[in-house]
């Protein structure tokens, strides 16, 4: 746990970089803003050192991104095993539903590898389709995850729904919702990047407005929780969302 002022924004946003998460999902903003903005130069027939920029921008913080991501599939693995109950009479819809979307996401993360390797010149295979599956199974994987997290979080709703009211019911409700809101922005994305009509053909600078929207809202779930200070303390205590 670490010690900060109270209410100081730089402290709270340099804790959020200290997780790799925290970086990736700043990354993640980074790269679909250069993406939006990239097509505004484009649509606003900017000169092509502006349109060049944004790209190489948006390039290098997927990149990155790829980097932060490496081994992530052994840490969802290992949280998709720690899911599973040892009595499996406890397993519900909910659960269930989480369960599958972690496998699907150690998935997209497992094939991640191997698109950056080609990106950056260490795996070149002589059958490019090899290449072009690979992108597949990952967004694919990344889809897959998407549906099943909006049916997770659909049911959870459900649930809740006949729940009575309280502040921890709220605070469930609040966070299923964001999260249906997050995937129900990267689902076209993932569409889009399966090469899926209409999506392909969409111009790309909405996938961008999207995708910044998502992460703008991931970005504000993990950002650290402050404990208010009392008039007589000087430090109050953070702890990650």
């Not at 980074?30 to 190489?56: D, L, P």
């Not at 790829?66 to 969802?76: E, G, P, Q, T, Y």
């Not at 967004?139 to 659909?154: C, F, K, P, Q, Y």
Request: hydrophobic letters at 45%; proline letters at 4%.
């Amino acid at each position: 746990m670490s010690v900060i002022p109270a209410h100081d924004r730089l402290g709270e946003f340099l804790l959020l970089l200290e997780t790799t998460n925290g970086r990736d999902k700043l990354c993640r903003l980074i790269q679909y803003t250069s993406k939006a903005m990239k097509w505004r130069m484009e649509t606003t027939k900017q000169s092509e050192e502006k349109v060049k920029m944004w790209h190489e921008l948006m390039a290098s913080m997927s990149l990155v991104r790829k980097v932060l991501r490496f081994f992530r599939s052994i840490a969802v693995l290992r949280a998709l095993r720690a899911a599973i109950p040892s009595d499996m009479s406890k397993m519900d819809s909910v659960l269930f539903f989480n369960i599958l979307a972690k496998f699907c996401l150690a998935n997209y993360f497992f094939w991640d590898h191997f698109s950056f390797a080609h990106k950056v010149g260490a795996w070149k295979p002589k059958d490019q389709k090899l290449v072009t599956l690979t992108g597949q199974l990952a967004e694919g994987s990344w889809l897959a995850e998407i549906v099943l997290t909006l049916i997770e979080n659909l049911i959870r709703l459900q649930k809740l729904s006949s729940v009575d009211p309280s502040p921890a019911v709220d605070t469930a409700r609040n966070a299923a919702l964001r999260s249906i809101f997050r995937n129900l922005c990267d689902a076209p994305l993932a569409c889009h990047f399966l090469g899926i009509e209409p999506f392909k053909s969409h111009p790309h600078g909405h996938f961008g407005v999207l995708g910044a929207a998502s992460s703008a809202v991931s970005l504000w779930e993990m950002w650290p929780q402050i404990l208010v200070a009392t008039p007589s303390t000087t430090c109050t205590h953070v702890k990650e969302a």
